[in-house]
C-alpha cells in the first residue's frame, strides 16, 4: 500500500487527483483542506473507488499546520510515497487596482502554501530514502497573461521552485512533477477575488468552455509522476502557445501589446475563451 497526501482534496482538482489514484489501486490517501465537509465527501467517493484515506483539517497558509499534517504522515514510521501540493485561489484585476490584501491571500496559499508542503515533507521523504513531489501550478504561470497578476506571480514562482527541487532532490530518490495545465473545470471560481465585470465574465467563460475536464487533467498529471516527467502540461493549447512563447517571446507579447493598444483584446480573450483556446 503506497501513501499520498494531497492539500486542497476537498472539491474540484485535488478531489480529481484522489479519485484517480483511488481507482489506479494500491493507494491510502491523506485528504487535506479546511473544508471539512468537502474532506468527508471525497474521501467517501475515495472509498468507493476503491481506494482507502483519512482526513486531515489544514490551512496551507499557517506553517504549524502544515507541519502538522507533515508529523501525523509521517507518525508512527508511516512512509509518503507522493506529497501534491494542489491547494490554491485566484485573484484577478490590474496590478496597482488589485487591493494588497488579496496579493498576500494569493501569495499565502498559492506560493507559501506550496512551499511549506515542501519544506515539511522533504526532510521526511530523504530520511525515508525516496519519495515524489507534485506542485500544481497553471500555464498562467507560463504565459502572465493581463489582469492575473497574483495569480501569474505565484504559479510562476512555483514553477521556478520545481525546477530547483528536481536538481536538489535527484541524489536523494525524490522525483519532482509541476502540473501546468490551462483553463478547466474546477472549484477555484466559489471564492476568486475580482476587481470587473469583464475579469468575472472571462474566467467563467473560460472555465465553462475548457476542453478538457478535471479527470482528464488529474489522469495525465498522475501519469507524469509515474514517469518522473518535470513538467505536465496536460491541454494542447497550453503546449501550443508555450511553443509560440519560447519561438519568440517578443512576437507573443507583441501581439497581445497590439490588442490591448486597439481595444479589442478583452472581446478576442472573450472568443479565445468560447472556443476552447484558452
Known amino acids: 500500500m503506497s501513501n499520498a497526501v494531497i492539500t486542497g482534496a476537498g472539491s474540484g482538482f485535488g478531489r480529481a ?3 484517480t489514484l483511488a481507482k489506479r489501486g494500491g493507494w491510502k490517501i491523506l485528504i487535506a483542506d479546511i473544508n471539512r465537509a468537502g474532506m468527508e465527501e471525497t474521501l467517501a467517493m475515495v472509498r468507493k473507488a476503491g481506494g482507502e ?4 483539517e489544514c490551512d496551507v497558509s499557517k506553517p504549524e499546520n502544515v507541519q502538522s499534517m507533515s508529523d501525523y504522515a509521517f507518525s508512527d514510521g508511516k512512509r509518503v510515497d507522493l506529497l501534491i501540493n494542489n491547494a490554491g485561489v485566484v485573484s484577478c484585476g490590474f496590478v496597482g487596482d488589485i487591493p494588497l490584501e488579496n496579493w ?3 501569495v499565502g496559499i498559492n506560493f507559501w502554501g506550496m512551499l511549506y508542503g515542501c519544506h515539511s515533507f522533504i526532510p521526511g521523504m530523504k530520511a525515508q530514502g525516496g519519495g515524489h513531489i507534485i506542485n500544481v ?3 498562467a504561470g507560463l504565459f502572465s497573461l493581463m489582469e492575473m497578476g497574483p495569480y501569474n506571480v505565484t504559479k510562476a514562482a512555483v514553477i521556478s521552485l520545481s525546477e530547483t527541487m528536481r536538481q536538489e532532490l535527484v541524489p536523494h530518490k525524490i522525483g519532482v ?14 471564492n476568486m477575488r ?8 472571462f ?21 507524469a509522476y509515474e514517469k518522473n516527467i518535470l513538467y505536465v502540461i496536460p491541454q494542447f493549447t497550453g503546449k501550443y502557445y508555450w511553443i509560440l512563447k519560447r519561438l519568440s517571446p517578443s512576437i507573443f507579447y507583441g ?20 472556443i476552447g483556446m484558452m
Open 194 to 201: 475580482y476587481q470587473d465585470q469583464f475579469q468575472n465574465e
Open 255 to 274: 501581439v497581445i501589446s497590439y490588442a490591448v493598444k486597439k481595444g479589442y483584446s478583452e472581446k478576442l480573450a472573450l472568443f479565445l475563451t468560447r
Open 53 to 56: 484515506g483519512e482526513v486531515f
Open 17 to 19: 487527483l484522489a479519485l
Open 177 to 190: 512533477t509541476v502540473s501546468c495545465p490551462m483553463f478547466f473545470n474546477t472549484h477555484l471560481l466559489d
Open 137 to 139: 501550478a497553471s500555464s
Open 104 to 106: 498576500i491571500w494569493c
Open 203 to 223: 474566467a467563467h467563460s473560460a472555465f465553462e468552455h475548457g476542453r478538457m475536464s478535471a479527470e482528464e487533467v488529474a489522469q495525465r498529471t498522475i501519469r
